[in-house]
C-alpha cells in the first residue's frame, strides 16, 4: 500500500508538471518529506497525508482511496495552479485540457478585463480556433476578417494567420477556446 501511494503522490505531481518544491509550497509538506514519501521511505500521518491531498485540490479520500487503481478520468481542479498558462491585469488563459494532449487539442477558458487584447501570432498551418462567448462582448479577427460576438455566439476561424481577440465591452469577458492542430 505504501508503494501504492507514493507512486501516487508522484504521479500526481508529475501529471501537474509540479517540481517537489511546487508540491511543498501548495501543501506545506517538507520538500524532504514529500521525496521521501515519493521513495516509498516515510510514511505520512494523516495530518501531512491531508496537506498533500489539499495542496493537490483533491479530498483526503480522493487521494488515497485512488490508491492503487488508475482512473480513466482526468481531472483539472479549479484551484489547480499549475494549469494558469498566463495571468495578467488585462488577461487570463487557463488551460482546461490535459497537458499531455497539448499539440494535438487544447481548450481554454480566457479572462479578458475591460479593453483586453489576446493577440497570437500564427500557429501551425491548418490550426483553427473555436470560441464560445460565456460573457461580454468580443471581436475576432483572423487575417484580414473580423465578427463581432456576445454571450452564447460561437466562431471557427484560422489560426495559422495572425490573429486576435479584443474585448470591446468595458466589462470583464470570458471566452473558452479551443485550439485544433492539424
Known amino acids: 500500500m505504501l508503494d501504492e501511494f507514493a507512486r501516487r503522490v508522484k504521479d500526481l505531481r508529475v501529471a501537474r508538471q509540479w517540481s517537489l518544491d511546487d508540491l511543498a509550497k501548495a501543501s506545506g ?17 494523516l495530518a501531512v497525508t491531508l496537506r498533500m491531498a489539499r495542496g493537490f485540490g483533491l479530498s483526503l479520500s480522493e487521494l488515497v482511496e485512488e490508491t492503487g487503481r488508475a482512473s480513466t478520468i482526468a481531472v483539472i481542479r479549479a484551484n489547480d495552479r499549475a494549469h494558469d498558462f498566463r495571468r495578467d491585469a488585462d488577461v487570463q488563459i487557463r488551460t482546461l485540457s490535459p497537458l499531455e494532449m497539448e499539440k494535438d487539442i487544447e481548450i481554454y477558458e480566457v479572462k479578458l478585463g475591460g479593453g483586453g487584447v489576446l493577440r497570437s501570432a500564427a500557429h501551425f498551418e491548418g490550426t483553427r480556433e473555436f470560441l464560445q462567448v460565456e460573457t461580454g462582448k468580443v471581436r475576432v479577427e483572423s487575417g ?29 469577458a470570458t471566452v473558452i477556446l479551443v485550439v485544433v492542430y492539424r
Request: no cysteine.
Open 144 to 172: 484580414g476578417d473580423i465578427e463581432a460576438l456576445g454571450k452564447g455566439d460561437s466562431a471557427s476561424y484560422r489560426a495559422d494567420v495572425p490573429h486576435a481577440i479584443v474585448n470591446t465591452g468595458k466589462g470583464p
Open 29 to 45: 509538506v517538507s520538500r524532504s518529506m514529500i521525496s521521501q514519501i515519493e521513495r516509498g521511505e516515510a510514511n505520512p500521518t
